[in-house]
């Protein structure tokens, strides 16, 4: 079945580095990809999608491309800031939008100090 | 607030009792779809609902069960409730079926059986 692999964490980074979490993934067909965050105490918020090869999502100053050769949808920032500090979350969607439900990774707890 | 509402928010229980968790989705939105998130499991999706009509079925439990009404608002009723129950319950919505880039979760129901 679909599964989605990243590094769980915490990834600890001072203030202004540069971030890059991994996200790997296998599916059997061509999924659409995401990337959500969930703040402490709150649901999840979508932060970029991406839904064929070599597109790239962005928003909020991160990116993430499409990368089918490497089945890889990578989360980067240039400068990350406190506020970045929550937990992030691959997903992936094996038909379209996920009317039968995204399949989430294990989610990357990322800490961002002063 | 996402508008997406969950109630209650904390729910203690004990082992083989069943309780009932409520999700209002946002104005508007006809699809519903619950997810569990565990340490162990992470998120996993249980089910999709459509303007009443059931969709989609995921990782839920024989025990499990989940209905929308008329007016939307969605119930996943949990019963012979097992200490591997406890977790994170989130509750998302969608204007329609495939807009997974359009979902909106709740704040969820954390459940502890005890």
């Known amino acids: 079945g679909d599964s989605v692999t990243q590094m769980e964490g915490p990834v600890t980074l001072s203030e202004e580095a540069f971030l890059t979490i991994n996200c790997t993934y296998t599916?059997?067909?061509?999924?659409?990809l995401f990337w959500y965050v969930q703040y402490p105490g709150e649901g999840l918020q979508l932060l970029l999608k991406?839904?064929?090869?070599?597109d790239k999502g962005s928003n909020k100053g991160f990116e993430a491309t499409y990368r089918k050769e490497t089945t890889s949808f990578h989360l980067e920032k240039g400068s990350v800031q406190v506020s970045d500090s929550a937990v992030y979350f691959c997903?992936?969607?094996?038909?379209?939008?996920?009317?039968?439900?995204?399949?989430f990774g294990k989610g990357t707890h990322l800490i961002i100090q002063p | 607030d996402s508008g997406v509402t969950q109630t209650p928010k904390h729910l203690i229980t004990a082992t083989g009792q069943r309780v009932t968790l409520r999700c209002s989705p946002r104005?508007?939105?006809?699809?519903v779809y619950w997810y569990q998130q565990s340490l162990d499991q992470g998120l996993q999706f249980l089910i999709h609902y459509y303007n009443g009509e059931e969709r989609a079925k995921g990782n839920i439990l024989e025990r499990f069960s989940a209905q929308q009404f008329p007016d939307l608002h969605s119930e996943l009723n949990l019963s012979s409730l097992e200490l591997g129950d406890s977790a994170l319950y989130f509750c998302a919505s969608s204007s329609r079926p495939g807009q997974g880039w359009g979902y909106t979760f709740g704040s969820g129901t954390r459940l502890t059986v005890v």
């Open positions: 991406a839904t064929k090869a070599d």
């Open positions: 599916a059997t067909g061509y999924p659409s």
């Open positions: 104005s508007g939105d006809l699809s």
């Open positions: 997903a992936l969607s094996e038909r379209g939008g996920g009317a039968d439900g995204l399949t």
